[in-house]
């Protein structure tokens, strides 16, 4: 009997000391005036306010008022959100490359280890890497090597709506050739990720190294080099419509020349990965009465970090 009394105040003991070294469960405290999105595992996605969360579950009250308790091992993630990742009341696929329109860039800047891969028509393509917040670097080429350009971009955000951003590219025309280009801009960009507009102003140029030319006397001069640049102005614009769809629109204008090319797009969100561009867009001078336009298309895909 005494062994028995013994063995029992020795699991009290046990117990009550565990009951010391782990107290109980408490819910965390979180701001319940901040608008969030919470992620599944499963992939599914809910926009509301925490109400409370502790290990076993996370509660949040829907933009409905309705409560939605979830399991806390089933929470990939818990992030801010704004008004613009809320549309009908249901969750959007934020815009995965808000630092580009169709082509133009816009001043926002790409995260840190940020990487997007872009396609137009299946034939031209371009990477874009996230090296800080605020600069990132890329390339761009076609399926058979040229031309290739370098690009770059700095990003300097002044508060949530204003942004400007200074950035180039440069490059050759082809394989063998002398013939290099480049273009240094600057950008403003005023609004969000989710709809925004841009205006942008740089100077291009063309320098031609096997320029030739010849006497009087049929006697050729060169090659040498020779160099033209021009201005160039952009505007381009991007409003959300939906969860999957928003409207866009650059245009390029050269004084030099007095013509000008771009027009409108839809930006269509496969998924939070990547879209679709599908646009008409036109080219000619002001003073044209008829101008072509041609279909134009691209594909990106994002990888996250």
């Known amino acids: 009997m005494k062994k028995i009394i013994v063995l029992l105040l020795l699991i009290c003991t046990v117990q009550l000391h565990a009951q010391e070294n782990n107290p109980p469960i408490s819910s965390t405290s979180t701001d319940s005036s901040k608008l969030i999105i919470l992620t599944t595992n499963s992939g599914e996605h809910f926009a509301g306010y925490i109400v409370s969360e502790d290990p076993r579950e996370v509660t949040i009250r829907l933009e409905n008022g309705k409560l939605l308790s979830i399991p806390a091992y089933t929470v990939k993630s818990i992030k801010p959100a704004t008004r613009e990742n809320i549309i009908g009341g249901k969750v959007v696929y934020p815009n995965p490359h808000p630092s580009r329109y169709f082509y133009t860039p816009s001043a926002l800047p790409m995260d840190k280890g940020e990487v997007y891969i872009q396609t137009v ?4 393509f371009q990477a874009q890497f996230g090296i800080t917040d605020r600069f990132s670097l890329g390339a761009t080429t076609t399926i058979v090597g040229t031309p290739l350009a370098l690009t770059t971009k700095y990003s300097i955000p002044v508060d949530e709506k204003n942004t400007f951003a200074v950035g180039g590219l440069a490059g050759f025309v082809g394989w063998g050739s002398n013939v290099s280009l480049g273009i240094g801009f600057g950008t ?22 096997d320029v030739v030319d010849y006497t009087q006397t049929g006697e050729m001069i060169g090659p040498f080099a020779e160099t033209n640049s021009t201005g160039i102005f952009t505007l381009a614009g991007n409003k959300r419509l939906s969860r999957n769809l928003s409207i866009m629109g650059e245009f390029w204008y050269v004084p030099e020349g007095g013509f000008f ?40 895909f994002k990888f996250e970090k």
């Open 261 to 300: 090319f771009g027009g409108p797009c839809f930006r269509l969100y496969n998924n939070r990965k990547s879209t679709f561009d599908l646009g008409i867009w036109t080219i000619g001078g002001i003073s044209d009465v008829s101008l072509p336009v041609f279909p134009v298309f691209s594909y990106t």
């Open 188 to 209: 403003y960009t005023y609004g969000t990720k989710e709809s925004n507009i841009t205006l942008g102003a740089g100077l291009g140029w063309v320098r031609d190294g």
């Open 121 to 124: 028509y299946g034939v031209a």
